[in-house]
């Protein structure tokens, strides 16, 4: 199973994915998106998905507007 993540701020890319939502790492190729955003942006992106079991489909969001959920 994928890092959990718990949302700190309502995303800017996912309406779904509002502070207090949990959303799991994305480990398939993101296609530059996280590196783009986090070149345009200023601020470390990641990738991440709403689907527990790591599926489609994914958005980036600023690592500070996570906090990591320990196992």
């Known amino acids: 199973m994928s890092q959990r993540y718990r949302v700190l701020k309502d995303a800017k890319t996912e309406p779904k994915a ?3 939502s949990i959303v799991y790492e994305w480990t398939t190729g993101d ?3 996280s590196a783009d955003d986090t070149a345009v ?3 470390p ?3 991440v998905t ?3 079991n790591g ?3 994914f958005f980036t969001i600023p690592e500070c507007d996570l906090e ?3 196992r």
């Open 55 to 57: 599926d489609y489909p």
């Open 18 to 20: 509002v502070a207090g």
């Open 31 to 33: 296609y530059g998106l």
């Open 45 to 47: 992106h990641i990738s």
């Open 68 to 70: 990591e959920i320990e």
């Open 50 to 52: 709403l689907n527990s």
């Open 41 to 43: 942006a200023g601020v």
